[in-house]
């Protein structure tokens, strides 16, 4: 009796361990499988990702052993000894099998991950190319906006000499004193005088280009001062013609007229040559037609 006590106990001993283990294996199994499951649904979004991490869990749920043993009662061949450990180690290795096929899926993303990395540092400037971009930037609106102030300059500079300029030419006109009317001759210099006086003042009064520095304005404005004495010696000269058409002949007089002529005439070359000479040092180039009519204008 105690024979066969003993050799039926061995058995059971041995079933006990082998279902202990088996539940230990699931749970292991079940355990991992779960866990890799929810680890591939986590990488995602990929389509293989997320079959891959669905079947994992469905797989690992079907593992551990309160559902192995659920799963027992309702199929009749899952009772057999050792089936489910079986079945957890297929389940493991066939996901350990499909792993690595799909790196390709997610190699690619990380692999454009990095290259849009290394596109944005390629194309995003760096400070020195940004500070050297905005001060091309500064320089190019500070350029635009000096050709304008200067060139305004100038269209003042015309405007406010050329009656001055057409008066001095009505006077040469009416120089000829053997075909010319005395009084004409005489109400054309007085007119020049009176209007290139004036010329003169208001050409002082013109501002420098405002977006100059200093020093820079300063230069411009000693020209303009230049150009306003230029005319107003022009007015002198007609003030001294007026006293030779009203009959003051004398050598001493024609020479104080050719002498203001020579003067007036110089200055105003040179005030309108020193005007070109500085815009042209800041990029600015001014009507070489209006420049040119400017020069031998006094006859």
């Not at 692999?111 to 500070?131: L, V």
């Not at 305004?152 to 030419?169: E, G, I, S, V, Y």
């Not at 040469?172 to 010329?199: F, G």
Request: glycine share 8%.
């Amino acid at each position: 009796m105690s024979e066969t006590n003993e050799a039926g106990a061995q058995p059971n001993k041995w079933r006990g361990a082998a279902r202990k283990g088996a539940s230990l294996v699931g749970w292991l199994w079940g355990g991992f499988s779960i866990l890799t499951g929810l680890m591939f649904l986590a990488v995602g979004p990929g389509l293989a990702q997320r079959m891959t991490g669905l079947s994992a869990l469905c797989a690992g749920l079907l593992l551990i052993p309160p559902v192995v043993k659920l799963i027992r009662q309702r199929v009749g061949f899952m009772r057999t000894p050792g089936l489910p450990t079986i079945a957890a180690v297929i389940v493991g290795v066939a996901i350990l099998v499909v792993t690595p096929w799909l790196k390709p899926d997610i190699a690619p993303a990380a692999q454009t991950s990095e290259a849009g990395a290394d596109a944005q540092t390629e194309i995003r400037p760096s400070r020195a190319e940004r500070q050297r971009v905005k001060q091309e930037r500064e320089q190019a609106e500070r350029q635009a906006r000096l050709q304008t102030e200067v060139t305004a300059m100038w269209a003042d500079l015309t405007r406010l000499t050329q009656p001055c300029d057409q008066a001095a030419a009505s006077v040469s006109e009416n120089l000829d004193m053997s075909r010319s009317n005395l009084v004409q001759a005489y109400s054309a210099a007085e007119a020049a005088k009176r209007i290139c006086s004036s010329a003169g003042l208001d050409v002082m009064l013109i501002a420098a280009p405002p977006s100059l520095e200093a020093d820079e304005r300063r230069a411009f404005k000693q020209s303009l001062v230049k150009c306003g004495l230029a005319y107003t010696g022009k007015s002198v000269m007609f003030d001294r013609m007026l006293e030779v058409i009203n009959g003051d002949r004398r050598p001493s007089q024609l020479a104080r007229v050719q002498e203001a002529s020579r003067i007036s005439q110089a200055e105003t070359v040179r005030c309108v040559m020193e005007i070109s000479a500085l815009a042209d040092g800041h990029g600015v180039i001014l009507s070489e037609a209006t420049t040119g009519s400017w020069q031998g204008v006094e006859r």
